[in-house]
């Protein structure tokens, strides 16, 4: 680990790992934050070992365009192996090959697409959605050939534009054509300082919480993905208590760090708020036990580690929380 990550004693246990394996990207999205120098392979053999030595219990590859990384496959065939972790890769599906060839040790595959309106994809992202739906439907035809059973959710950055027609509603009628079974996760754009972001502008909030009923309404997979302040609020300036960097490594390319960008050491509040590894929080505050019981990391668990996740929730989030709600996270027979 590096210096930042020596730094930081604060890791209860590594419920999550998320690893950047590339800045690099074939695409050129408006909003990216990444550098996206032309994409050269590496050794990757160091973020390996950090894995196998935290065991982390879920893996999520990101990037840049992981695919790129011409040995993506053996990389995840070995943290696979290595850990028994259960694997999510995000990726932006213009390379449904590359996608089909890695599928065998993924458990989530996780693509981004914003919008069924294509010249407003073309003008942000240059993607046309109808090509990415096509490359969706023959990488699940591939894992259907195949029998593997992989996890697909559409994971729509929803900024201004998005709600000013019925692009994303298109876009979820696209997906269920696809597959009834595609989850489709709508997170407004971050930060919310960003001038397209519909988090500081509450006409924009409540076009999209009524958006968000009416696909539920309609019986449709749909997650609306924003960490909530006190009272169900979108958080504010002054900051987000936040748990999640106490269980959440962070790695990029070979560098592995913790905390997180948003936090000081020490301090649960967050004036960055993002939604990565956002599950751990159904963890830790455990207010519905179907999501503990349905969570990507249950039964991957020993009882060392419900012990050390119980004492921390006892201490800092709810004493009177009782430690029966985890059971579903234990690994049993060892
Ligand atoms: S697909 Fe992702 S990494 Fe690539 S340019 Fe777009 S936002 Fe950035
Ligand atoms: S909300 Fe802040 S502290 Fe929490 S995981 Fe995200 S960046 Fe880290």
Not at 52 to 60: A, D, G, L
Not at 266 to 271: A, E, M, Q, T, W
Not at 277 to 303: H, M, Y
Request: charged share 30%; hydrophobic share 35%; net charge neutral.
């Amino acid at each position: 680990m590096n210096a930042a990550a020596a730094k930081n004693n604060d890791i209860v246990i590594p419920i999550s790992l998320e690893w950047f394996i590339t800045e690099s990207c074939n695409l050129n999205c408006r909003y990216c934050s990444k550098d996206k120098p032309k994409y050269s392979e590496k050794d990757y053999s160091r973020g390996l070992s950090v894995i196998k030595k935290e065991k982390p219990k879920h893996i999520w590859i990101g990037g840049g365009e992981p695919l790129l990384v011409e040995s993506l496959g053996a990389i995840i065939e070995e943290a696979r192996a290595s850990t028994g972790a259960k694997i999510a890769l995000s990726t932006n599906m213009t390379m449904p090959d590359r996608a089909i060839d890695v599928m065998d040790n993924i458990d989530d595959l996780i693509i981004s697409l914003d919008t069924a309106d294509r010249d407003l994809s073309m003008e942000y992202r240059c993607v046309d959605p109808f090509q990415i739906a096509e490359n969706i439907e023959k990488v699940t035809a591939a894992a259907k050939k195949k029998d593997k059973s992989i996890n697909v959710t559409v994971n729509s950055v929803v900024y201004r534009k998005t709600l000013e027609n019925d692009g994303i509603a298109e876009l979820n009628d696209m997906l269920g054509r696809v597959s009834g079974d595609i989850y489709h996760i709508l997170c407004p754009m971050f930060p919310k300082t960003h001038p397209e972001s519909i988090l500081s502008d509450e006409v924009y909030l409540e076009r999209f919480r009524g958006l968000v009923d009416d696909l539920k309404k309609k019986g449709r997979k749909v997650i609306m993905n924003y960490p909530v302040g006190d009272g169900g609020n979108v958080p504010r300036a002054g900051g987000y208590r936040c748990y999640r960097r106490y269980f959440r490594l962070r790695m990029i390319e070979n560098d592995c760090f913790s905390p997180c960008p948003g936090a000081d050491a020490g301090n649960p509040f967050c004036h960055e708020p993002c939604n990565c590894a956002a599950f751990v929080d159904d963890i830790l505050f455990a207010k519905n036990p179907e999501a503990v019981k349905c969570s990507p990391v249950a039964g991957r668990f020993t009882q060392d580690d419900i012990g050390k996740i119980e004492r921390f929730v006892r201490e800092r989030i709810n004493p009177d929380l009782p430690g029966s709600v985890y059971r579903h996270l234990l690994r049993y027979g060892n």
